[in-house]
């Protein structure tokens, strides 16, 4: 058993006002989200994106423990990123990548934590519905989707799995012997998990 | 019922290699209410269980499952037939149990609420009903493999073939899903090393090298499958 549910791509019931707002609205804010974060550059508006984000998601009153261990390796990435980038372009640049990269998965988290997995399935399912004209399965979309948000945790406890085998074996300093294995694995187990999809009969 | 008609399974072989047999054609009616299917490891019992439901396409000859032909109804022959596979982990896709169990009723039950009862009615049957919230990961091993029987279960399968659902389980996980198993309505096809749950079926195939080699009573099937192993 896992030792404590982390927050991406996990429904928290509420009655927040996020909760209450239409799943449309809070898509289309955060597409428009997206693309200002994408479009506006420097680090002030990056700061204000973070912030943004975060406000929003005090409001739905997600559980900040949970959410910070959900957002670790986001967070870990982010302060790589910022390193790099202030050394190899400075700090405004470094500010501005890391920054919109946390705004974006904190809004992300927001929408994926207010909304029950089964309403974003309708939701995505009907706003690609227009796309079936040219070959995209609605269902399929949204079940694509559905299944990356739980493959968040399961790929985290892959590479767990992975990298303590690496140290029960003396390789802990090994790139190759955690990477191989990991990669193996997660085709093994994506395989496994079209098979079993077919079984249930979905996507039929 | 199941219906083997010649059905076996190969596989092509690359070049310079003729390709490979998994399992031998094969010919039987299967209308017993539970069915245990018994072998070594590799020995093609798995290609079995899959044959009946489509996953694994016969090669040659046909299968009949539930009076479809798995070749040109295949769709069909899935909506009537659940799987249970080894590892839990594969067959649970969405976050929470609920949900996962919900999915499976998504293409029968329209109204999400009515769905949702439904799940939860499905959790509470097989013990789950105060985890129906738990993200999956959270979950057991056996927890998780009671799931994945649920989410089966939900449609109403009137086959369920469970290919070794108890082989990762520990004694308790493993009691309380052959419990389950004991319960269900639909016709069990159970591939397991658990001999006392094959001795336990109403018929017992036994496969060894891509063959079916004994079919029949359990008990005489059982012990000739532990006759066969002790002289390896």
């Not at chain 1, 002030?44 to 998601?57: D, E, M, R, S």
């Not at chain 1, 990123?81 to 501005?96: I, N």
């Amino acid at each position: 058993m896992s030792p404590g549910p982390s927050l991406l791509g996990l429904y928290r019931p509420g009655s927040t006002v996020v909760h209450r707002a239409p799943l449309r609205l809070r898509m289309a804010v955060l597409g428009l989200f997206g693309v200002g974060v994408v479009v506006l550059r420097g680090p002030g508006p990056a700061i204000v994106a973070v912030l943004l984000a975060v406000l929003t998601a005090a409001v739905a009153r997600l559980p900040l423990a949970a959410t910070l261990r959900g957002l670790r390796p986001v967070l870990l990435t982010a302060a790589v990123v910022l390193a790099y980038q202030t050394w190899q372009r400075g700090w405004p640049v470094g500010v501005e990548v890391s920054g919109d990269l946390v705004a974006l998965v904190v809004a992300g988290t927001v929408v994926t934590a207010t909304t029950p997995t089964d309403v974003l399935l309708d939701g995505l399912s009907r706003a690609v519905r227009p796309l079936h004209r040219f070959g995209v399965p609605p269902e399929g979309f949204a079940l694509a989707v559905a299944l990356m948000l739980r493959t968040v945790p399961a790929i985290g406890d892959l590479f767990t799995e992975v990298r303590d085998a690496a140290r029960a074996r003396g390789l802990e300093r090994s790139p190759r012997a955690q990477l191989v294995p990991f990669a193996v694995r997660a085709v093994g187990r994506s395989r496994a998990v079209g098979e079993a999809l077919a079984a249930r009969g979905i996507g039929d | 019922m199941i219906e083997l008609h010649a059905a076996g399974v190969s596989v092509p072989g690359t070049s310079g290699d003729t390709g490979r047999v998994l399992l031998d054609p094969v010919s039987c009616t299967l209308a017993e209410r539970r069915i245990a299917v018994i072998g070594a490891n590799g020995s093609g019992k798995s290609t079995l269980a899959r044959m009946v439901n489509g996953l694994r396409p016969a090669t040659t000859g046909r299968v009949v499952t539930c009076g479809l032909d798995v070749a040109r109804h295949g769709a069909a022959v899935r909506s009537r037939v659940g799987f249970v596979f080894t590892d839990p982990d594969a067959q649970l896709v969405m976050p929470t149990a609920l949900e996962d169990v919900a999915l499976s009723l998504r293409r029968t039950v329209q109204d999400r609420a009515e769905r949702d009862d439904r799940a939860r009615l499905v959790l509470a049957r097989i013990g789950l009903a105060e985890h129906a919230g738990t993200p999956v990961h959270a979950l057991s091993g056996g927890q998780k493999q009671l799931l994945a029987l649920a989410g089966v279960l939900a449609t109403g399968p009137e086959v369920l073939v469970c290919d070794e659902p108890t082989t990762l389980l520990d004694l308790r996980w493993r009691r309380v899903v052959d419990g389950l198993l004991e319960e269900v309505d639909a016709q069990l096809l159970l591939v397991t090393h658990d001999l006392d749950a094959a001795r336990r079926a109403d018929r017992v195939l036994l496969v060894d090298e891509g063959r079916v080699v004994a079919d029949g009573d359990p008990v005489a099937t059982v012990e000739r499958y532990v006759d066969m192993m002790a002289l390896r």
